[in-house]
């Protein structure tokens, strides 16, 4: 495998993005329109298109303009200066916030940040480009969005798009961190309408279309759990209701306010007043750190390492520092150059510290690539690590 593809291979969950670019362009966006030709998708989102009843990419077409304008205005117009798009995704958010005069960091997977960052550069203004830069970064790591951000000042306002109900518990909890870390810095705010975001699909088809919500809302999130190959929205802020989001996030050290996500909502084409208002059931969430937290600095982390050996047969691994979506890339392109059809695998996980899905993902591929897989064992554990494979069910096949 090249890089891109072992990017492809353990971060599968980017391809639900792909199609947004195109939807924009159906809608006239003159953004999405400059851009799609240069990200290369157009021929792929074409014959997609072809298989699509006209009343509902119609349909698709009007919500995800929607989404995308709402998100637009609220990082617009929040008082801060510098906007960190968390994911970036193909979105040319980038051409309209710097268009406003604000800094956009466009925050990715590297699989996405590879693609678009060129892409960008060809298709911006001089001024846009000035204001613009994007960043392969993993959501859940501090130290990866502080070094993207560099020497910047002012105040954060940090959106999070369509990102929420990817994560596992464990993710979930330590993006919260990342970001109260660096709200806790910078100053400024987090705001998604995340909770709620795919009902803007399902409100759209069910008022337009006069179909079933509830039915549209369990057949949309089905596909796109077969898209990005995970479950969505199986943690704390979609499993008890709006209600039970916000007291999670409370207890995560923010302070959370609530509106329709129809405050930030300019006229889109084709949208009409009874669509407009069924959006309101739609909130927009704003997130301010209540109270920085202080005390002990967190531990510098190691760097990431693998050092492997193949002795009749067996494989032996040591992994050190964090494996996520930026360095889990690395840990399969390790296995593989080191001997992927080994009789038997040991992984000694002493010096790693903690573990994304993108990382489970590719201790799945290895214990897959050994014919008798009771012969695939990890050793030494650390106590988070374990924590985050009991939380998420890899216990039972990797402990």
């Given at each position: 495998?090249?890089n891109?593809?072992?990017?492809?291979?353990?971060?599968?969950?980017?391809?639900?993005?792909?199609?947004?670019l195109?939807l924009?362009?159906?809608?006239?966006?003159?953004?999405?329109?400059?851009?799609?030709?240069?990200?290369?998708?157009?021929?792929?989102?074409q014959?997609?298109?072809?298989?699509?009843?006209?009343?509902?990419?119609?349909?698709y077409?009007?919500?995800?303009?929607?989404?995308?304008?709402?998100?637009?205005t609220?990082?617009?117009?929040s008082?801060?200066?510098?906007?960190?798009?968390?994911?970036s995704?193909?979105s040319?958010r980038?051409?309209?916030?710097?268009?406003a005069?604000k800094?956009?960091?466009?925050f990715?997977?590297?699989v996405?940040?590879?693609?678009?960052?060129?892409?960008?550069?060809?298709?911006?203004?001089?001024?846009?480009?000035?204001?613009s830069?994007?960043?392969?970064?993993?959501?859940?790591?501090?130290?990866?969005?502080?070094?993207?951000?560099?020497s910047?000042?002012g105040?954060?306002c940090?959106?999070?798009?369509g990102?929420?109900?990817?994560?596992?518990?464990?993710?979930?909890?330590?993006?919260?961190?990342?970001?109260?870390?660096l709200?806790?810095?910078?100053?400024?705010?987090?705001?998604?309408?995340d909770?709620s975001?795919l009902?803007i699909?399902?409100?759209?088809?069910?008022?337009?279309?006069?179909?079933?919500?509830?039915a549209?809302?369990?057949?949309?999130?089905g596909?796109?759990?077969?898209?990005a190959?995970?479950?969505?929205?199986?943690?704390?802020?979609?499993?008890?209701?709006?209600?039970?989001?916000?007291?999670?996030?409370?207890?995560?050290?923010?302070?959370?306010?609530?509106?329709?996500?129809?405050?930030?909502?300019?006229?889109?084409?084709?949208?009409?007043?009874?669509l407009?208002?069924?959006?309101?059931q739609?909130?927009?969430?704003?997130?301010?750190?209540?109270?920085?937290?202080t005390g002990r600095?967190?531990?510098?982390?190691?760097p990431?390492?693998?050092n492997?050996?193949?002795?009749?047969?067996?494989?032996v691994m040591?992994?050190?520092?964090?494996?996520d979506?930026?360095?889990?890339?690395d840990?399969?392109?390790?296995?593989?150059?080191?001997?992927p059809?080994?009789?038997s695998?040991?992984?000694?996980?002493?010096?790693?510290?903690?573990?994304?899905?993108?990382?489970?993902r590719v201790?799945?591929?290895?214990?897959?690539?050994?014919?008798?897989?009771?012969?695939?064992?990890v050793?030494h554990?650390?106590?988070?690590v374990?924590?985050i494979?009991?939380?998420?069910?890899?216990?039972?096949?990797?402990?």
């Open positions: 495998m090249d891109k593809e072992l990017q492809r291979a353990v971060n599968p969950v980017y391809l639900t993005a792909k199609s947004t195109g924009l362009k159906k809608a006239g966006d003159p953004d999405a329109v400059a851009l799609l030709p240069i990200i290369g998708l157009e021929t792929e989102l014959e997609k298109a072809k298989i699509l009843p006209a009343p509902i990419g119609n349909c077409k009007i919500a995800q303009l929607a989404r995308y304008e709402i998100y637009n609220a990082a617009i117009r008082s801060a200066p510098n906007i960190v798009d968390l994911p995704g193909y040319p980038g051409f309209r916030v710097s268009s005069g800094r956009y960091f466009g990715d997977l590297p996405v940040i590879d693609d678009m960052a060129p892409a960008a550069q060809k298709v911006m203004t001089p001024e846009q480009r000035r204001l830069s994007y960043h392969a970064v993993d959501a859940t790591n501090y130290q990866s969005m502080k070094d993207a951000l560099g910047v000042k105040e954060l940090i959106v999070t798009e990102l929420l109900g990817y994560f596992n518990e464990p993710e979930l909890v330590s993006l919260c961190q990342a970001i109260h870390r709200l806790s810095e910078y100053g400024g705010c987090w705001m998604t309408a909770t975001i009902r699909y399902t409100l759209t088809f069910s008022t337009l279309l006069k179909g079933d919500e509830l549209l809302l369990n057949r949309m999130q596909k796109a759990n077969e898209m190959d995970v479950k969505m929205n199986q943690n704390s802020l979609f499993l008890n209701g709006e209600e039970g989001a916000i007291r999670f996030l409370e207890n995560q050290g923010f302070t959370v306010t609530a509106e329709p996500v129809t405050n930030y909502l300019p006229d889109v084409p084709g949208m009409n007043d009874e407009r208002n069924a959006y309101r739609m909130n927009m969430l704003t997130l301010r750190v209540a109270s920085p937290k600095k967190s531990a510098k982390e190691l990431f390492a693998v492997s050996s193949v002795t009749d047969g067996k494989l040591k992994v050190q520092g964090r494996v979506t930026l360095t889990a890339t840990l399969l392109k390790a296995f593989q150059e080191a001997s059809q080994s009789d695998i040991e992984l000694d996980l002493e010096k790693m510290p903690y573990i994304s899905s993108a990382g489970l201790l799945l591929i290895m214990r897959k690539s050994v014919k008798d897989q009771s012969c695939f064992k050793f554990v650390q106590p988070e374990e924590k494979l009991k939380m998420t069910g890899f216990d039972k096949l990797l402990l």
